[in-house]
């Protein structure tokens, strides 16, 4: 079975802190994505990464980076955490044409 | 801009009590329909992709089919595990990664 992982199920931070959000998948994915989820809002694309140091913006990048050192590794960065980025996240990865598989999801906190 | 609208948000169903959800797309051609399920507080769980109008794909009681418009997600005899929220989601042909484009879900409860 695939295996998508993220580091952290819940975190609380402040205001103006940066945050590292980390996924690893252990099924050799080429692609891997970072989703943010709001009531009435949906899953919304962030940041996705089709290689290792590759990356390209989703719908909605601002405020936030990533970065993809390993092909199994792939992290989201909150330079400066708003509570406007109080969200769940989740990091999903896919084969190239195959069905795409999610995290268990990170419900980040900003106070 | 691809989109996709679920409906009915909602959907109270009695254990037995069989119904459809509805996930109606407009896409730039359609690479993949893709249907998950999310229990709360946890990531979306995969459960089926359709690729082409007249597909079906089948899981215990869920069954998923697919028009050029529109699929469905139809739970037979629902039990009070079955109850989740829904998402359908689309793929483009002109995306080759696997962006996918999320619909707002159905919620559905089945009570005992």
């Known amino acids: 079975d695939v295996k998508v992982t993220q580091s952290s199920r819940y975190l609380v931070k402040r205001t103006g802190e940066k945050v590292f959000l980390e996924c690893v998948q252990d099924?050799?994915?080429?692609?891997m994505f970072w989703y943010r989820q709001d009531p009435g809002l949906g899953l919304r694309l962030i940041y996705f990464?089709?290689?290792?140091?590759?990356?390209e913006k989703g719908d909605i990048p601002e405020g936030y980076s990533v970065s993809r050192e390993k092909k199994e590794r792939f992290s989201l960065i909150l330079e400066s955490a708003s509570t406007n980025q109080t969200s769940m996240y989740l990091c999903?990865?896919?084969?190239?044409?195959?069905?795409?598989?999610f995290g268990q999801g990170t419900r980040l906190t900003v106070v | 801009e691809d989109q996709v609208t679920q409906s009915p948000e909602a959907l109270r169903l009695q254990e037995g009590e069989s119904s459809s959800l509805n996930c109606s797309y407009t896409?730039?051609?359609?690479?993949?329909l893709f249907w998950y399920r999310q229990d709360p507080g946890k990531g979306p769980e995969f459960l089926f992709t359709?690729?082409?109008a007249g597909e079906e794909k089948e899981k215990e009681r869920l069954k998923a089919t697919l028009t050029k418009k529109e699929s469905f997600l139809h739970i037979t005899a629902p039990k009070p595990e079955d109850s989740a929220t829904y998402l359908c989601?689309?793929?483009?042909?002109?995306?080759?990664?696997?962006?996918?484009?999320f619909g707002a879900g159905t919620q559905v409860v089945v009570t005992p």
């Open positions: 999903a990865s896919n084969l190239k044409g195959q069905s795409t598989f």
């Open positions: 099924m050799d994915h080429e692609n």
């Open positions: 990464s089709y290689d290792v140091k590759m990356k």
């Open positions: 896409v730039s051609g359609l690479r993949g």
């Open positions: 359709l690729y082409s």
């Open positions: 989601a689309v793929q483009g042909r002109t995306d080759s990664w696997g962006k996918l484009q």
